[in-house]
């Protein structure tokens, strides 16, 4: 009688299944992107930690651009989900709260997607960088100010630059806090909304220089 341990016998191994593997392949290239970046992440590695072959990984995805995009895109809609859900508020103080919070609570819970934001990659346009996400927060944020410009009386045309320049603070100080880790989130979060609205709260409607002649 032939030995049923011998592995002639034994049962063919379960595949996994293509929507199974696909979701696998794409938490391996998120976490690699995030600590090697695009160009130092290869074919090879993904395989190699997903225990497949290479075929694979271009079976699902072309290839590493493809991989990326998809990393990438998954990251710059749960990022843009969580500030639109996180806007809830009447009061454009509390919006500017809402809105930093919430960027620092992806940067807490989300470290390798942050990452993966943060990098710039080569094969990519303007639409899959951290740059273009904060564009798209910028906007959402301009249409808040603009409203509160025209109830002060202050031209409403500048409330794309003002909402830039408020993105770009929070976003920096975020990139910053990841590393330090400290002070805590809450109060990241109160000194950034500190320095945004107690200087909105006091405009001037014509800003002018004092060492050069605003033209």
């Known amino acids: 009688m032939k030995d049923q341990t011998e592995s002639g016998d034994r049962p063919p191994r ?3 299944p293509a929507a199974q593997r696909r979701e696998q392949l794409i ?12 160009d130092a992440t290869s074919v090879e590695e ?28 998954r990251e ?15 009061h454009p103080r509390e919006l500017l709260e809402q809105a930093a919070l919430a960027l620092l609570d992806y940067i807490e819970a ?3 997607g942050f ?6 990659s080569p094969v990519l346009s303007a639409a899959g960088n951290f740059s273009s996400v904060m564009n798209d927060i910028a906007h959402q944020v301009e249409h808040i100010l603009a409203a509160e410009f025209k109830s002060r009386g202050i031209d409403p045309k500048f409330a794309e ?7 770009g603070m929070v976003a920096l100080v975020g990139q910053w806090w990841r590393e ?8 990241v979060a109160a000194h950034l909304v500190n320095l945004a609205w107690n200087g909105l709260s006091h405009l001037d409607t014509k800003p002018t220089l004092l060492t050069r002649k605003v033209r």
Not at 27 to 38: D, V, Y
Not at 161 to 167: D, E, G, I, M, T
Request: proline share 4%.
């Open 76 to 90: 710059v809609r749960s990022l843009l989900d969580r500030i639109a859900a996180a806007l809830t508020a009447g």
């Open 115 to 120: 990452r993966v934001l943060v990098r710039e």
């Open 180 to 187: 330090a880790q400290r002070p805590k989130k809450e109060m």
């Open 14 to 16: 379960v595949r996994m």
């Open 46 to 73: 993904v395989a190699a930690r997903a225990k497949v072959s290479k075929p694979v990984v271009y079976e699902h995805f072309g290839g590493k651009e493809g991989l990326y995009a998809v990393v990438v895109d």
């Open 110 to 112: 989300e470290p390798h």
């Open 161 to 167: 630059l003002y909402s830039q320049a408020l993105v």
């Open 27 to 38: 938490t391996i290239g998120r976490q690699l992107f995030a600590e090697r970046g695009f």
